[in-house]
């Protein structure tokens, strides 16, 4: 139908009456009385919810579902659409369904991890659209990430799986069309998937991909902010007291919020009311506290010393909304030193936490923009006998850089003053320049011998897309342009944007051009303008994908 006319769809498109296949009863009873019909494709949009007098529990009854070979404690949260996925599964050789991206994809709960690893092995999952970072934007004024799963029955060869995550760019904004591009395709290996210690492989690609999941997966392997807590004698972790009126702490003081440069906000005298006050060690200095949303460039952290002068009072109270780590007077400076890590105190390069509370978080940039749990900010690898595992390489920094400057602001909108603009400016030639040099110097080390490397040619912007090039050849002999560039949007728009298959989606290419010109092996990198495509960690993967070709070309 989208490469029909309206005037040839209003006038000449009839479709076959629907009357006898239209049913409106509950889909699991109709399931139980039809099992013996089958199916090519099954498509649809489950309801995420039952109707408001129904829980979910009680929806579905345990023998309607058990039918299909599955049950009520199978499903993580006892989620309403998941069932609905399975229960379309019976009756279709392939299914295409919209499911909550939360609960599929990056709940970490163990019931949520072993029911990845059996849908992921109990059936092919041929694609999944991943529309979390549209989540604001799908729906009107209900916030839910959602994604399209593409599967088929039949038990999976362990294929790798494609995981297309959707960005908010202009054309959604503005509800023209979907965009894909090149950079927004992974492809996760099936035991990725289905590993429990490498779950949070869908968010590294919400966040940039296959290099940022390799990094987060090594830091995974060290040891834990709370293990080290767990290890010292009488150092304590808890979140702050809980609301209530059951008693009240008069003429008090209480920490609000934390600045940018690490100080406790803090309202004195003020009148504390709690129904759980917990454990009055946990408010006795020394100890420091962790907001539990997310800073602006790092973790929002405060440390409060024994002798302090935020406060005359003995104690210092904070809420729920703050995690505590409190220590013996003896560990203060012990204590010192892991708040300096959490504030990037120690080295130019090391680890920023924020990067990895990002990574493994379950809620972050999926259900709200900031918010993260107790568990996911003490699950920061912290080693304090060998401070070297927690520095970056230099490509290392670069992910951590790209993501917490640019990645972060994905699912933001667009709007002049909106932080997801951040994205789609136009790049620089200062950028250009920088990634240049990041593209060549991750070939060099491999390639650059006998006088020879890669090197960064010109750079060119035409009307709409923006050169680079770049040689391999004898080193500071570059500097040829190959392109009329006057001539060349028309032929690269064919090349690079592809919508004539869906006018609901633009695909968007990257063009290479591979050329052998002067004694030099020429690739000539256009794309689009937008700053998201020159990146400096894009660099690394334009480089990565560039060794493949020349590799497979036996270069």
């Known amino acids: 139908m989208d490469k029909l006319e309206p005037k040839e769809i209003w006038n000449n498109l009839k479709l076959n009456s629907l009357r006898d296949n239209i049913q409106t009863q509950n889909f699991f009873v109709w399931a139980v009385e039809n099992k ?54 019976f009756f279709g050789k392939k299914t295409c369904l919209i499911l909550p991206s939360n609960v599929l994809l990056y709940n970490k709960t163990k019931s949520a991890q072993k029911y990845r690893k059996r849908i992921f092995t109990k059936f092919t999952i041929e694609k999944i659209l991943d529309f979390t970072h549209l989540r604001r934007k799908l729906f009107g004024s209900v916030d839910t990430p959602v994604c399209v799963v593409l599967a088929n029955s039949a038990e999976s060869k362990e294929q790798k799986i494609e995981h297309t995550v959707i960005k908010r760019i202009t054309t959604i904004e503005k509800k023209i069309a979907f965009e894909i591009d090149h950079y927004d395709r992974h492809f996760v290996c099936h035991d990725w998937a289905t590993d429990e210690k490498k779950q949070f492989v869908w968010k590294t690609n919400l966040l940039g991909g296959d290099r940022l999941f390799h990094l987060i997966y090594r830091l995974s ?77 790092t973790l929002s952290a405060c440390f409060i010393p024994k002798n302090n002068n935020f ?31 959490i504030r990037l105190k120690k080295t130019n390069n090391q680890l920023n936490c924020q990067l990895y509370v990002l990574a493994v978080s379950s809620s972050a940039l999926v259900l709200t923009e900031t918010d993260v749990n107790k568990s996911e900010m003490l699950s920061v690898p912290y080693f304090s006998e060998n401070e070297g595992y927690l520095e970056l390489s230099e490509t290392e920094q670069i992910l951590q850089k ?120 020429c690739v000539f990198l256009i794309k689009p303008h937008a700053i998201r495509y020159w990146l400096n960690s894009i660099a690394l993967r334009d480089a990565d994908e560039t060794f493949m070709g020349l590799k497979k070309a036996g270069r």
């Open 221 to 297: 392997l060290l040891p834990t902010l709370k293990g080290f807590i767990d290890s010292k004698n009488n150092w304590k972790e808890i979140r702050g007291f809980e609301g209530g009126k059951g008693f009240v702490k008069k003429s008090q003081a209480q920490i609000i919020g934390i600045t940018e440069s690490g100080e406790p906000e803090i309202d004195k005298n003020i009148d504390i009311y709690s129904n759980n006050l917990k454990d009055i060690f946990m408010y006795t200095p020394p100890f420091m506290i962790i907001d539990q949303v997310l800073g602006k460039n």
């Open 402 to 521: 790209d993501v917490l400057e640019y990645y972060i602001h994905s699912g933001k909108a667009i709007s002049e003053k909106g932080q997801g603009r951040k994205l789609h400016e136009k790049v620089s030639q200062e950028q250009l320049e920088k990634f240049g040099k990041n593209f060549c110097d991750t070939l060099n080390p491999i390639y650059a011998k006998n006088g020879k490397s890669w090197q960064c040619g010109k750079f060119s912007q035409t009307q709409l897309f923006t050169i680079c090039q770049f040689g391999y050849g004898k080193n500071k002999g570059l500097s040829f342009q190959m392109f009329d560039e006057d001539e060349l949007d028309d032929i690269i728009k064919s090349l690079i944007y592809n919508n004539a298959s869906n006018r609901g989606i633009i695909f968007t290419r990257v063009c290479r051009i591979y050329k052998h010109l002067n004694g030099y092996d």
């Open 311 to 341: 406060t005359e009072k003995i104690y210092l109270y904070y809420n729920r909304d703050f995690i505590g780590i409190s220590v013996p007077e003896e560990d203060e400076h012990t204590l010192k030193d892991v708040f300096n890590f």
């Open 36 to 89: 013996d019909k089958k199916f090519d494709l099954v498509i649809g949009n489950p309801p995420f919810n039952p109707i408001s007098d129904i829980s979910k529990k009680n929806a579905v009854s345990e023998s309607q579902i058990q039918q299909f070979g599955i049950s009520n404690k199978d499903i993580p949260n006892n989620n309403f659409a998941l069932k609905f996925f399975e229960g379309a599964m």
